[in-house]
């Protein structure tokens, strides 16, 4: 699907190389979530803008406080807006509001193997549960939605003693593949990448179920290339890539 949606770009968004930007670097902290969608996309951004990308993951909570406390970067891809507008509220980025970019998919996810299937919500009433992955809701976006999500559905109750929390998105879908956990709570980025749809299965989560996950970007100050940032949160928000996003796990930002 990847090489697909590179074809679909390729043929549709043009983008003129700068004399200023050109062979330049883009720093990019960016939540976890966002890893699958930067192999696809990132990739041909560099090849038609001659940037390259320094692409740093991990939950939104953990990069917005290490980029209060100086993690040099150009631009943050947030998994929500609250965490974009603590850097906001730090007078450490360009705008007075984050922009959104995308809106996340909460899934449930297990192994191939496992003894869940067919995967169905249902599973999280089930008495021999023996454990879930989350995310930390305090510090991750999808672990907010994830926890709201079983209260909403009443499943909480049922889970609250099995849940394994991961410090990020990502690494509550890596206990699920690795074995360590049965099911995770995870984005359906992450479930749609070639590594967990090739290793296991999905269902999502009725979005009325949690709050939108409302991902959003800051470009930050003083960036080394604000050019080239602005650049890649342009074509970020192009029409080809927003309606290209839902085949990899995400919902346009408009």
Same mark, same amino acid.
Request: neutral net charge.
């Given at each position: 699907?990847?090489?697909?949606?590179?074809? =679909? !770009?390729?043929?549709?968004?043009?983008?003129?190389?700068? $004399?200023?930007?050109?062979?330049?670097?883009?720093?990019?902290?960016? &939540?976890?979530?966002?890893? *699958?969608?930067?192999?696809? =996309?990132?990739?041909?951004?560099?090849?038609? %803008?001659? !940037?390259?990308?320094?692409?740093? +993951?991990?939950?939104?909570?953990?990069?917005?406080?290490?980029?209060?406390?100086?993690?040099?970067?150009?631009? +943050?891809?947030? $998994?929500?807006?609250?965490?974009?507008?603590?850097?906001?509220?730090?007078? #450490? %980025?360009?705008?007075?509001? *984050?922009? *959104?970019?995308?809106?996340?998919?909460?899934?449930?996810? %297990?192994?191939?193997?496992?003894? +869940?299937?067919?995967?169905?919500?249902?599973? #999280?009433?089930?008495?021999?549960?023996?454990? =879930?992955?989350?995310?930390?809701?305090?510090? &991750?976006?999808?672990?907010r939605a994830a926890e709201a999500a079983l209260k909403k559905l009443n499943y909480y109750g049922n889970v609250q003693p099995h849940l394994k929390e991961a410090e990020s998105v990502a690494q509550a879908g890596q206990f699920a593949l690795t074995g360590n956990a049965e099911l995770a709570l995870m984005s359906e980025t992450l479930a749609t990448s070639p590594k967990y749809r090739d290793a296991g299965t999905f269902v999502r989560f009725p979005i009325s179920q949690y709050p939108d996950i409302r991902q959003c970007a800051v470009v930050l100050k003083p960036a080394k290339n604000a050019e080239g940032a602005h650049l890649l949160l342009t074509f970020m928000l192009s029409d080809e890539v927003q309606n290209n996003l839902p085949k990899l796990g995400l919902q346009p930002a408009h």
């Open positions: 699907m990847g090489a697909v949606l590179l074809v =679909v !770009l390729a043929a549709t968004v043009l983008f003129q190389r700068s $004399a200023t930007a050109q062979g330049g670097e883009v720093r990019v902290a960016a &939540a976890a979530d966002m890893e *699958p969608i930067f192999q696809v =996309v990132g990739p041909y951004f560099e090849r038609k %803008t001659g !940037l390259k990308l320094k692409v740093t +993951f991990g939950s939104s909570a953990a990069l917005s406080q290490q980029l209060q406390n100086g993690l040099p970067a150009d631009i +943050f891809f947030s $998994a929500d807006f609250y965490f974009a507008e603590q850097l906001v509220a730090a007078n #450490l %980025t360009e705008t007075k509001q *984050p922009t *959104p970019y995308a809106n996340g998919l909460l899934v449930l996810w %297990t192994r191939k193997d496992s003894r +869940f299937n067919p995967l169905h919500l249902e599973v #999280l009433e089930r008495k021999d549960l023996q454990s =879930v992955a989350m995310a930390n809701p305090e510090r &991750a976006p999808y672990g």
